[in-house]
């Protein structure tokens, strides 16, 4: 059994109350961790530390802030093997790609270290003779970061990398389902020799812990990774102190493949976009829209590959795609599931839970596909955040693009086409905050990445990310 404790104030500390939050193994069904769960002082204690230490760590230069992000993203590489293992221990991910992304995380410290030396200002002129003005940026105070359990390391680097760089002090509230990956995460800030207190982690429930960041007049800036209800309370807590708050919240992907595409590669990253992380990805496909010509065959083709998946304990067997993080995860996939098919969808492949003693007591679920679906089916209207895509042919472009922009969600988009008419119109006409054209990799760390409608604002990613913790200052200037 592993108890690991939260950081603040510099100290590793255990909740005031000596409560404790199990941890799972989603492949088991087991308890193998305990965290501390922190009460109202505990968060009230870490935003204040977080606090003490503003006005220094904010007044360094960013090349002094620099090299605390480079030394802990040098460590979390040397450590990465480690903190894989925890995050396949907690999350299911298979080790590899739980080894892939604490290696992103470590490239996010590095990146935002870089992106810190890169705050610029401006300088304007004035219409006024002997006078100009003068647009700075400077942090905008402590902040703090929420983050869910399906990349619970990349999440957090993101608001931690960008946070840390602006000058910014933080309060990280880490994913109940997932703490000990990022634990361990903070932990390499920690022994980068980060002065102490200006990084916080505090674990526990998000309905004890969020309320208490949010409604804090200290805390002057929420970043929020979730889900799109929770984000709107986020966002109606924030309004009483007037936090500046981004949030990145669910989304419900379309994919459109037109008859012109490579359909190799359209099946392929179908394949994988659709169910990596068992389709636990705020940007992964749920439902993709075929040219009618090529519909048949683009659905015998994306079911073949898919049956090819091989499911397993991401800790021990060689697989694609481990279990899914939580029971409630498997439950939202049957249902969405039931809904289609007791509306006249059929299941092309998977539906249930894989067969065999290695899968009873873990949350396995088979990757599965819906053909003859249509919108008003869950599947192809909501989030099921599972491994599961609906597939229905389109006529036209037009036609086409009302499907995609058919739900309240708006975070991502992924084309295929080989038409550069074609994909600069559906780019122009799909109302998202990113596409990816023929790949499925809409996030890239350099190019700013949020969403649009209920998926959210605000960014994270890029200089957008970094801005998202600085305010701008305009000064003008008389010559004397
Ligand atoms: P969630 O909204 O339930 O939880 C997210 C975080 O908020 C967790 O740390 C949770 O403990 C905390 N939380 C819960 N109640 C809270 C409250 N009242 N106040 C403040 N914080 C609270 O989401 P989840 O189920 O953990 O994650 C899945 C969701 O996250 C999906 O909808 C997914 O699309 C979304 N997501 C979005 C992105 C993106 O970049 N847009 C990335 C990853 C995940």
Request: with cysteine.
């Amino acid at each position: 059994m592993i108890h690991e404790r939260m950081l603040i104030g510099g100290k590793w500390v255990r909740s005031k109350n000596g409560d404790v939050m199990e941890v799972v193994n989603p492949a088991a069904g087991e308890v193998f961790a305990e965290v501390p769960l922190a009460g109202k002082s505990d968060v009230e204690d870490a935003i204040n530390a977080a606090d003490s230490v503003f006005s220094s760590w904010s007044r360094m230069t960013p090349f002094e802030r620099g090299k605390y992000l480079r030394k802990a993203s040098e460590l979390v590489l040397k450590r990465s093997e480690d903190i894989a293992r925890l995050l396949t221990m907690e999350q299911g991910k298979p080790l590899a790609e739980a080894e892939g992304e604490v290696i992103k995380g470590a490239n996010i410290l590095r990146y935002y270290a870089e992106e810190g030396e890169r705050i610029y200002g401006r300088i304007i002129a004035n219409e006024e003779p002997g006078t100009g003005s003068m647009v700075i940026y400077q942090p905008i105070g402590v902040a703090a970061a929420i983050s869910p359990w399906n990349y619970p390391i990349e999440l957090l680097a993101w608001k931690v990398g960008a946070a840390l760089a602006a000058g910014c002090t933080l309060v990280a509230k880490l994913p109940s389902e997932t703490p000990l990956s990022p634990l361990a995460f903070i932990k390499c800030l920690a022994d980068a020799g980060l002065p102490d207190c200006v990084l916080n982690a505090v674990t526990g429930p998000g309905a004890v812990i969020g309320p208490v960041l949010i409604g804090s007049p200290v805390v002057k800036k929420i970043a929020f990774t979730g889900s799109t209800e929770v984000g709107r309370e986020v966002l109606k807590g924030s309004a009483e102190t007037l936090k500046k708050v981004s949030l990145e919240l669910g989304g419900s992907l379309p994919m459109i493949v037109c008859k012109d595409c490579n359909l190799d590669a359209a099946v392929s990253g179908a394949v994988r976009r659709s169910f990596r992380n068992m389709g636990q990805i705020c940007i992964a496909v749920n439902r993709i829209y075929v040219d009618f010509e090529i519909y048949e065959e683009f659905v015998e083709r994306f079911a073949k590959a898919t049956e090819k998946l091989v499911i397993g304990n991401g800790l021990t067997d060689k697989c694609d795609l481990g279990p899914m993080c939580t029971p409630a995860g498997v439950e939202k996939t049957i249902s969405h599931i039931q809904d289609a098919v007791e509306k006249g969808a059929k299941v092309v492949c998977g539906g249930k839970r894989p067969e065999g003693a290695k899968f009873e007591k873990g949350y396995f679920f088979e990757p599965t596909i819906l053909r003859d679906v249509n919108h008003n089916m869950l599947v192809m209207r909501e989030e099921t955040f599972g491994p599961l895509a609906g597939v229905m042919p389109f006529g036209t472009l037009d036609e086409a693009v009302e499907l995609a922009n058919d739900t309240r969600y708006g975070l991502a988009a992924i084309v295929f086409t080989q038409d550069i008419s074609t994909a600069k119109r559906l780019c122009r006409d799909i109302a998202a905050g990113n596409i990816a054209v023929n790949n499925v990799d809409a996030g890239v760390i350099n190019a700013p990445y949020g969403g649009w409608k209920d998926s959210g604002f605000g960014f994270e990613h890029g200089p957008e990310g970094l801005y998202e913790y600085l305010h701008a200052k305009h000064i003008r200037i008389r010559y004397l």
